[in-house]
């Protein structure tokens, strides 16, 4: 569980549903989905109007992206 909690500090969607009990698995895949296309589409301008992402913050939000996926699926390795 402390895994999951350094991995939700990080931006994992929580595992759990507006009832408090764990969400359906393909609820929950398509909640990491829209995550994924919140954070890459996540940029803005100066002047607060949305830009596709470029440079750094793209690759922020893609390095933040694979460090999840790549903890979880250590996670439930056997």
């Known amino acids: ?3 999951f909690t350094i991995l ?6 929580s595992l759990l549903g507006n009832n ?3 969400m ?3 609820d929950y895949i398509h909640k990491l989905n829209t995550y994924a296309v919140d954070q890459v ?3 803005t301008s100066a002047s607060g109007e949305k ?3 470029t ?3 793209l690759y922020d939000n893609l390095e933040i992206l ?3 996926e790549h903890e979880v699926k250590h996670l439930f390795q056997l």
């Open 1 to 3: 569980m402390q895994r």
């Open 8 to 13: 939700q500090d990080k931006g994992l969607p």
């Open 20 to 22: 408090d009990r764990l």
């Open 24 to 26: 359906k698995h393909i």
């Open 41 to 43: 589409n996540s940029s």
């Open 51 to 53: 830009e596709l992402p």
């Open 55 to 57: 440079g750094q913050s």
């Open 66 to 68: 694979f460090y999840i």
